[in-house]
């Protein structure tokens, strides 16, 4: 993120830029870039979003999975070392991280469980493990918390703030007889980012099953459907 004075007027997508305006830029449109500019210009600060990719609409989202790979990843040249899996055997394989507008949060699962306590405390927790670097966050979840309601009240995350759970799929409920018969009390379907009904200008989920290839049906929450707009 950097202060930009452009020495000349110009346009960016269509939009004119005066000469003497300051204004932030961004490189990046998807969880954080895309959350920035949509908190730095609803407080008034001019703001240039810079995307390497392009702006896929909902309409363009192919509900196959490779296709969908080939479609939205970054399939940049890239190569990977070390003695991991991936490295042995798929150095080469561009990674599933989305080049287009609204970043890697138009392919994410939708996922919005919270840490808890003794995860900001890893190393309070657990001790000297070998081979491992476990450290103490510097903040609690008392300290968070409120960032948490924010990010979950602006998502719509299920299960959280009033918000109603997803209905259970049949995956879900084979999981969650297995969860039951060996002796746990607390399993759901969620907190996702995915409406169980419609939320925030979004309609509620049709259970299609096609996250990872880009919501055709805009319930999940991603910066592409509501910080950038």
Avoid: C
Wanted: hydrophobic share 35%.
């Amino acid at each position: 993120m950097m202060a930009a004075k452009p020495a000349s007027g110009g346009s960016v997508t269509g939009y004119s830029i005066d000469q003497t305006e300051e204004a932030v830029v961004i490189i990046g449109s998807g969880a954080g870039g895309g959350t920035l500019a949509y908190e730095l210009t609803a407080k008034g600060i001019p703001v240039v979003v810079l995307e390497a990719g392009p702006h896929l609409g909902h309409d363009d989202y192919v509900n196959n999975e490779w296709e969908a790979f080939n479609q939205m990843a970054w399939l940049d040249p890239r190569t990977t070392t070390g003695s991991w899996r991936i490295a042995q055997d798929f150095p080469n394989l561009p990674a599933w991280i989305v080049k287009a507008v609204g970043g890697t949060t138009t392919h994410w699962s939708g996922a919005t469980p919270r840490f808890k306590n003794h995860e900001f405390r890893a190393r309070s927790a657990y001790g000297r493990i070998e081979g491992a670097n476990l450290l103490d966050w510097p903040i609690t979840l008392e300290e968070l918390a409120p960032y948490y309601d924010r990010a979950e009240k602006s998502m719509g995350s299920t299960h959280v703030h009033g918000r109603p759970p997803l209905p259970a799929n049949n995956n879900y409920k084979v999981f969650a007889n297995g969860a039951k018969e060996v002796g746990y009390r607390y399993y759901a379907t969620g907190p996702y980012a995915t409406n169980a009904e419609e939320y925030d200008g979004r309609p509620a989920s049709i259970q299609d099953g096609f996250n990872f290839q880009g919501d055709k049906n805009k319930s999940k929450w991603s910066t592409l459907v509501r910080e950038i707009p």
